[in-house]
């Protein structure tokens, strides 16, 4: 693993961050070994209470994936906190690849195909 930065903060629970970060650290460090380009990694857990189509929703995460001066960031509300992170972690998954599949498209092509 490239062991890329990952800071959480945890906002308005009664569960401690370091409940939380072993739990994050696994899953964004599924991400590692697809994305290299990516710099840090930034979750924030909140609790929240608000109700969306008759359920509860009480937890809230925000991923934010720097990369070479970008960042890319995603959101997941669900009723709880795993949940909440495998949303989230598929969201920014999928703006990842984008990201990589864009990088690939701008390069040039190889010089065989120039000559012709």
Do not use: C, W
């Amino acid at each position: 693993m490239n062991n890329i930065p990952i800071n959480v903060t945890v906002r308005h629970l009664d569960e401690p961050a370091s409940k939380l970060q072993p739990v994050i650290q696994s899953e964004i460090g599924k991400l590692e070994t697809y994305f290299h380009n990516v710099t840090d990694f930034s979750v924030v857990v909140e609790g929240i209470s608000k109700i969306a189509n008759g359920v509860e929703l009480k937890r809230k995460v925000d991923i934010t994936a720097s990369i070479k001066g970008n960042a890319l960031a995603a959101t997941a509300e669900e009723e709880n906190f795993g949940k909440a992170l495998d949303v989230a972690i598929s969201k920014i998954k999928a703006q990842l690849s984008k990201h990589l599949e864009k990088a690939r498209d701008y390069k040039s092509p190889p010089t065989a195909e120039v000559v012709k």
